[in-house]
């Protein structure tokens, strides 16, 4: 690993060394192999118990763990592993992704995570030491002058995830805030600036959204633009359209909110709730009081469904003050999540 101005960066496959694949080991573990799509629901039997124990008011769904192994960017067979135990139960699962469009930095995500019935007894080290060789493999096979990052993401209720994390290397570079929204609490009235247009999402506009989405976050810690493949996963599976909107100022497309309901989440949370995957204002439209107006209509819908609470989540350092605007929306932090980089 070295450290060089980002100004003038040579190629990344100059400037990490590919290492030998680390091929775990472990006594209680009989075999260690890629997964398969046969696999999926025995892995999302171990990714749920682990969601349980670390985050249990947001459980991965089977679509979302279906979408992330079925990524055309992803080759199972050298970017996934799974601890089979003797008689055959997955003990732990990893994954190393990379997002393929890469403008600003070349990311190596790196998750998933050991069963909480085998935690404490070293196999999420090995896990981890694979998926960080995998990672600078991967690094180390690109021609992009670009910064290089393994990431990692801990709970702020699982203290040892960030701890192995630390350990081999990573720093804990950003935080991230979930944030609710009681919804019997009164919602405020906002005037948007301007002739500003709030239409509800529709497949017609998932090219203005997706478009926005990618302008609107090219100032956001770490964010690189979705491919179409990426932004129709945002809106699939739990993604409800009722609960969505596209803002507009004149005829331009000026902003989006996209919303989740994941009813599987709600008995961890003790309360029925929408989720706010995404909001987003792009630069020139900025200040108009576009974002607190899309806020209101999501607030506004999902108490017309009976829903108890909106739920979101928000970088602590977002550069357009959002952690400002949702907290003036009556939005309260409960939880928070740590990013940590191995950066190269």
């Not at 682990?50 to 992330?68: C, F, G």
Request: charged letters at 25%; glycine letters at 8%.
């Amino acid at each position: 690993m070295t450290s060089t101005d980002d100004a003038v960066l040579a190629p990344l496959r100059e400037r990490v060394t590919a290492p030998p694949t680390h091929r775990p080991s472990h006594p209680e573990i009989a075999e260690w192999r890629p997964a398969t799509l046969a696999d999926l629901d025995a892995v999302l039997e171990v990714v749920r118990a682990i969601d349980a124990a670390d985050h249990p008011n947001y459980l991965t769904t089977r679509d979302e763990l279906e979408e992330e192994l079925g990524y055309s960017f992803i080759d199972l067979e050298t970017d996934t592993l799974l601890a089979l135990t003797a008689d055959g139960r997955i003990a732990a699962a990893g994954i190393v992704m990379e997002p393929p469009r890469q403008e600003t930095l070349v990311r190596e995500f790196l998750n998933g995570g050991v069963h909480p019935e085998f935690r404490g007894r070293g196999i999420g080290r090995e896990l981890l030491a694979w998926q960080r060789a995998r990672g600078e493999q991967k690094l180390a096979a690109s021609d992009k002058t670009l910064p290089g990052w393994l990431v990692g993401y801990a709970d702020g209720r699982a203290p040892d995830r960030k701890r192995l994390l630390e350990a081999s290397g990573f720093e804990v570079v950003r935080y991230f805030q979930t944030m609710e929204r009681d919804l019997s609490e009164p919602i405020p009235e906002v005037t948007p600036v301007g002739d500003v247009r709030i239409e509800p999402y529709r497949p017609e506009l998932s090219a203005e959204a997706h478009r926005v989405r990618n302008d609107a976050f090219r100032d956001h810690w770490g964010s690189q633009p979705l491919t179409d493949e990426q932004f129709a996963g945002l809106v699939s599976g739990s993604f409800v359209a009722d609960l969505s909107f596209v803002a507009f100022v004149g005829d331009e497309p000026a902003g989006v909110l996209l919303t989740d309901v994941a009813e599987g989440d709600w008995p961890g949370q003790g309360f029925s709730s929408s989720y706010v995957s995404t909001v987003a204002v792009i630069r020139p439209f900025r200040g108009r009081r576009i974002a607190p107006t899309l806020l209101r209509h999501v607030l506004l819908a999902s108490a017309a469904r009976g829903l108890d609470k909106v739920v979101l989540d928000v970088d602590a350092e977002n550069p357009t003050g959002a952690l400002g605007l949702y907290t003036g929306m009556g939005f309260a932090t409960t939880q928070q999540e740590l990013g940590l980089v191995r950066a190269y």
